[in-house]
């Protein structure tokens, strides 16, 4: 399958990602799903979040994890824990088909970097994996909203100004689509450039308006301009 995303056309490797669900039908599932996502991407499937630790612990790399939040043995709250005492940086993301409101904020508070509902579209998945890879937190937008609705979510704080040099009240995507919002690119062109969907585009400039305290995007240039946030 062809692709138009070029971080991934220039790979001179696989990309490991090791799948941790207790149900086998789903983890075989997804292990197909996300392997037609990208001929890089080669995954290794564990019923077991213990079978997972103890590969780690030999010595096996995955550039990521997806795991299952719900599982009988060890949760995924349990096991990002579990991989921290560990010492293991490997980036995680978190695939749950809960039906009440996930934990999305302990997940992320954790160190998980992302979650995605396994009633998301494929499109969701390959997009939070593609986040997830380059470093990027990546939330579908239902979630997001619910994150920022949160008081005391540190990615809310809607409601408070930025103050000059305070670059890290965006995260780093943010900053990249604020630079590029202020070149005069519409939300397609940003999402095209970035490798991300158009949704996510105006998730992320809703959450760059909430932060500067502003309702437009000439005064969320002029905003972050002034207090130093781009040039």
């Known amino acids: 399958m062809k692709t138009s995303f070029q971080n991934v056309a220039d790979r001179t490797r696989q990309v490991e990602i090791a799948l941790v669900d207790d149900h086998r039908m789903f983890l075989d599932g997804l292990s197909e799903v996300i392997n037609a996502l990208d001929p890089a991407y080669v995954c290794t499937g564990f019923a077991s979040p213990r079978d997972a630790l ?8 995955f550039d990521l994890v997806v795991s ?5 043995e060890m949760n995924g709250v349990a096991f990002i824990l579990a991989l921290q005492t560990r010492r293991c940086t490997v980036p995680v993301l978190i695939v749950s088909g809960m039906d009440t409101l996930p934990p999305v904020e302990k997940v992320l508070r954790l160190g998980a970097l992302g979650f995605v509902p396994k009633s998301a579209p494929t ?18 937008p239902e ?15 809607a409601s408070a100004p930025a103050a000059a ?22 939300n397609r062109r940003i999402s095209e450039v970035l490798g991300i969907s158009e949704n996510t ?24 301009r002034t207090i130093g946030l781009i040039d």
């Open 54 to 61: 103890a590969a780690i612990e030999q010595g096996r790399h």
């Open 68 to 72: 299952d939040l719900v599982m009988e």
């Open 123 to 140: 499109a969701i998945l390959g997009e939070a994996i593609r986040s997830a890879l380059k470093g990027d937190i990546f939330l579908p």
């Open 143 to 157: 979630l997001w909203s619910v994150v920022e609705r949160n008081p005391k979510s540190p990615r809310a704080s």
């Open 165 to 186: 040099g305070e670059e890290e009240l965006l995260g780093a995507r943010q900053i990249e689509v604020l630079r590029l919002m202020a070149e005069g690119y519409a």
């Open 201 to 224: 585009v105006k998730t992320h400039i809703r959450h760059i308006f909430q932060r500067l305290n502003v309702e437009r995007r000439t005064a969320c240039v002029s905003k972050a």
